[in-house]
């Protein structure tokens, strides 16, 4: 989206004579000052807390970058990151391959009911994830009896899912639930915008519908493949809200360091560590951004060879 | 498809045939879209008693949901109805401000020269990718430094901020809003904001109105935020208001009401899924004419 749209952007808008070179900032300046106010200013703050250390005798004394050491070397985090690392290596490509199937079914004009689908696949979309993870806890646990009753139903001996060993699964299937009829919506809008005139050069040379979709159809939507993916990607490195909602379902499964999100988060609540919180919340801000940048990058080089 | 080896351009024409198969299993991925939905409503019309001992995917027993529903609307002196009020309160005031600020902030990128451009792009795409944990902490330190904790305008400041807003209505201003007509209207010596609100406004409706469902979506849905900023619950909004229903529930000694949150959730996502439903031509377009650009 961002790159050609830079170029757009760039042939679009015209120079205005003299003094009103600047009146573009009278309509971007409210935006930057609230910007500036809720998004930069934190992480400054946040680079600036990380580098000091509270101690119960002398007080906050600074420590450079002591606190991004005892990060890097503390097994805590690195658990919570790695568990992080194996859900997005394992959801995200579930989701979006999830996601492309069907919104190339929903292209290819040959289904029944494909604007009911469309609309039921894309609903979850709308759910608070409080209510999504709530519905799929009770649903899970065997208080309620639903997992239970199946299971009872069809004489399977399954895992409970609120199980330490499943709760990680359990998550992504509710992560999943969450949005994968987002960025199907997401895959068919650009499905939508291939001009036609390729399907029937693709046509005269007697390419069949699987060849379209490899060839053709997958290749033009590449730019939407590679976006849905660096905001999964950011997603899955910022899990909190579904594991720390089912922690009153699952308090045994769940620990407090779950995700890196939820151990910055019960650092600075629970532990009043807001220094080392800070530093933690940094190291996976640089992670994320770099993680994101490899994905765009592996994505656009794609799209050169192509 | 391999099947006769018949040229299937895809969307292209009533010709195509309908595949049954392909209709069953998307069938199957709506079902399970739908299914956390539909046990949601079955099991708002059980009674607490009922929740843990009939099968959960049917209704039976009594039919509890109207004493359900009165129930979630009375506990704890209507506490439900002052947070559905703060919840809209953050929706209109946070949503709209949001939207407002990206409609004019888009514009101006869409359609202006300014110095500091290329600067702003860079800045707001990499404030993108700073991840909420890296923010929420010392946002709340900041905030509770300025006293704005607890107070509604720790939820609402946070909210009128949308990279996604301003990058979906520039994209969308560059082809909507004709450079001549601005030029047009300079000759004839309107001045810029005059443009905007008689003329530009008008042509930038659509991306405003999808603008402003994702981000009625994303402050209707806020969680963390509230939960970090906010210690008591005068200020909740649903989300926060029914987890904390749940974990009393879990608390020993705490008062189990499984049939208040579970009601609760369902009024909760009744108003935003009919929004999204009355609203769904906007969405759609909107959605196409982010990826135009892509």
């Known amino acids: 989206?961002?790159?050609?749209?830079?170029?757009?952007?760039?042939?679009?808008?015209?120079?205005?004579?003299?003094?009103?070179?600047?009146?573009?900032?009278?309509?971007?300046?409210?935006?930057?000052?609230?910007?500036?106010?809720?998004?930069?200013?934190?992480?400054?703050?946040?680079?600036?807390?990380?580098?000091?250390?509270?101690?119960?005798?002398?007080?906050?004394?600074?420590?450079?970058?002591?606190?991004?050491?005892?990060?890097?070397?503390?097994?805590?985090?690195?658990?919570?990151?790695?568990?992080?690392?194996?859900?997005?290596?394992?959801?995200?490509?579930?989701?979006?391959?999830i996601a492309l199937a069907a919104s190339l079914a929903i292209d290819s004009a040959r289904l029944h009911l494909s604007s009911f689908f469309r609309i039921a696949i894309f609903l979850p979309y709308a759910v608070p994830a409080?209510?999504?993870?709530?519905?799929?806890?009770?649903?899970?646990?065997?208080?309620?009896?639903?997992?239970?009753?199946?299971?009872?139903?069809?004489?399977?001996?399954?895992?409970?899912?609120?199980?330490?060993?499943?709760?990680?699964?359990?998550?992504?299937?509710?992560?999943?639930?969450?949005?994968?009829?987002?960025?199907?919506?997401?895959?068919?809008?650009?499905?939508?915008?291939?001009?036609?005139?390729?399907?029937?050069?693709?046509?005269?040379?007697?390419?069949g519908a699987f060849r379209t979709v490899w060839s053709i159809k997958i290749p033009a939507i590449r730019g939407a493949i590679v976006i849905a993916a660096i905001f999964s990607v950011i997603g899955s490195f910022q899990l909190f809200n579904?594991?720390?909602?089912?922690?009153?379902?699952?308090?045994?499964?769940?620990?407090?360091?779950?995700?890196?999100?939820?151990?910055?988060?019960?650092?600075?609540?629970?532990?009043?560590?807001?220094?080392?919180?800070?530093?933690?919340?940094?190291?996976?801000?640089?992670?994320?951004?770099?993680?994101?940048?490899?994905?765009?990058?592996?994505?656009?080089?794609?799209?050169?060879?192509? | 498809m391999p099947r006769g080896g018949r040229l299937a351009p895809a969307g292209t024409g009533p010709t195509t045939r309908k595949s049954v198969w392909l209709t069953i299993i998307m069938a199957l991925l709506a079902g399970y879209a739908l299914l956390p939905l539909f046990w949601l409503v079955v099991n708002s019309t059980k009674t607490q008693r009922d929740l843990f001992s009939t099968f959960g995917l049917w209704f039976s027993g009594d039919f509890a949901l109207w004493d359900n529903i009165v129930q979630t609307l009375t506990y704890d002196d209507g506490v439900f109805l002052r947070w559905?009020?703060?919840?809209?309160?953050?929706?209109?005031?946070?949503?709209?401000?949001?939207?407002?600020?990206?409609?004019?902030?888009?514009?101006?990128?869409?359609?202006?020269?300014?110095?500091?451009?290329?600067?702003?792009?860079?800045?707001?795409l990499g404030a993108v990718a700073v991840p909420g944990a890296a923010l929420a902490v010392p946002t709340f330190l900041m905030f509770s430094q300025m006293g704005l904790t607890n107070t509604p305008w720790s939820i609402i400041l946070p909210s009128l901020i949308s990279p996604f807003g301003l990058f979906l209505v520039w994209a969308f201003a560059v082809d909507a809003v004709p450079t001549e007509i601005l030029e047009a209207a300079r000759i004839d010596g309107a001045g810029e904001f005059r443009t905007f609100f008689t003329i530009s406004a008008?042509?930038?409706?659509?991306?405003?109105?999808?603008?402003?469902?994702?981000?009625?979506?994303?402050?209707?849905?806020?969680?963390?935020?509230?939960?970090?900023?906010?210690?008591?619950?005068?200020?909740?909004?649903?989300?926060?208001?029914?987890n904390a229903w749940n974990a009393q529930a879990a608390t020993a000694g705490g008062e189990a009401i499984y049939n208040l949150v579970i009601t609760g959730s369902l009024l909760t996502i009744v108003p935003i899924i009919v929004a999204f439903l009355f609203l769904q031509r906007y969405w759609q377009s909107g959605l196409a004419a982010g990826s135009v650009k892509q």
Not at chain 1, 41 to 52: D, K, M, R
Not at chain 1, 140 to 152: C, E, M, P, S, V
Not at chain 1, 266 to 275: A, K, R, T, V
């Open chain 2, 84 to 124: 559905f009020g703060n919840t809209l309160l953050y929706v209109v005031v946070g949503a709209g401000g949001a939207t407002f600020l990206a409609t004019l902030g888009g514009y101006a990128l869409a359609k202006f020269d300014f110095p500091g451009k290329r600067a702003v792009f860079a800045v707001v």
């Open chain 1, 242 to 306: 579904e594991p720390n909602i089912l922690k009153t379902l699952a308090p045994n499964a769940i620990s407090t360091y779950f995700t890196p999100n939820m151990y910055a988060y019960n650092l600075s609540f629970s532990g009043q560590q807001f220094n080392y919180s800070a530093a933690i919340a940094i190291i996976m801000g640089l992670i994320t951004v770099v993680i994101a940048y490899v994905v765009q990058l592996s994505g656009s080089r794609k799209v050169g060879r192509a």
């Open chain 2, 202 to 242: 008008r042509l930038l409706a659509p991306g405003f109105v999808t603008v402003l469902l994702f981000t009625i979506v994303a402050t209707w849905n806020n969680y963390f935020l509230p939960l970090i900023m906010l210690s008591e619950s005068t200020w909740y909004p649903l989300t926060v208001g029914l």
């Open chain 1, 130 to 207: 409080v209510v999504a993870t709530l519905m799929w806890g009770f649903m899970y646990g065997t208080r309620f009896g639903l997992f239970g009753n199946i299971t009872d139903a069809f004489g399977l001996d399954l895992p409970a899912p609120l199980s330490s060993n499943w709760v990680l699964a359990s998550i992504g299937n509710i992560v999943t639930w969450e949005f994968v009829g987002y960025n199907m919506l997401i895959f068919y809008a650009a499905l939508r915008v291939i001009p036609t005139d390729l399907y029937e050069a693709a046509s005269l040379d007697g390419a």
């Open chain 1, 1 to 97: 989206m961002t790159t050609t749209s830079i170029v757009t952007a760039r042939r679009g808008p015209f120079m205005r004579r003299g003094g009103a070179r600047w009146t573009g900032w009278l309509f971007l300046a409210p935006f930057m000052i609230v910007f500036l106010l809720v998004l930069v200013a934190p992480v400054v703050y946040s680079i600036y807390l990380s580098l000091f250390r509270e101690q119960l005798i002398g007080g906050t004394s600074f420590v450079g970058l002591e606190n991004y050491a005892l990060a890097l070397g503390d097994p805590k985090f690195w658990d919570s990151l790695g568990r992080v690392v194996i859900f997005l290596l394992v959801q995200v490509p579930i989701m979006l391959v």
